[in-house]
Nanobody, 117 residues
Framework: QVRLVESGGGSVQAGGSLRLSCASS????????MGWYRQTPGKQRELVAT???????NYADSVKGRFTISRDGAKKMVYLQMNSLKPEDTAVYFC???????????WGQGTQVTVSS
């Protein structure tokens, strides 16, 4: 199991920026996929952005052009830079890791992001 710890959430006004960080207990290059997901009360967890061990990225349509996922292998960190934030981005953001395509996702504890209008 990969242990993940998120940080960097907080409150910001619409149009502002935040950067989320995720510390991994395992080498991120040994993990097939890592990503950021978010969840609001009463809704399912939804994909925000993912990055594969090969560096390929994928984004939800709602965040394309505003959010950027990146990584630092030496530090075993994955980041989510969020710009031009909107109130609808308000959610608990979770860092996830999947060691292989056949594996279940491991999750961090989540970090709250609140965007006010």
């Amino acid at each position: 199991q990969v242990r993940l710890v998120e940080s960097g959430g907080g409150s910001v006004q619409a149009g502002g920026s935040l950067r989320l960080s995720c510390a991994s207990s395992a080498s991120i290059f040994s993990i097939n996929s890592m990503g950021w997901y978010r969840q609001t009360p009463g809704k399912q967890r939804e994909l925000v952005a993912t990055i594969t061990s090969g560096g390929s990225t994928n984004y939800a349509d709602s965040v394309k052009g505003r959010f950027t996922i990146s990584r630092d292998g030496a530090k075993k960190m994955v980041y989510l830079q969020m710009n031009s934030l909107k109130p609808e981005d308000t959610a608990v953001y979770f860092c996830g890791a999947r060691r292989s395509i056949a594996s279940d996702w491991d999750w961090g504890q989540g970090t709250q992001v609140t965007v006010s209008s």
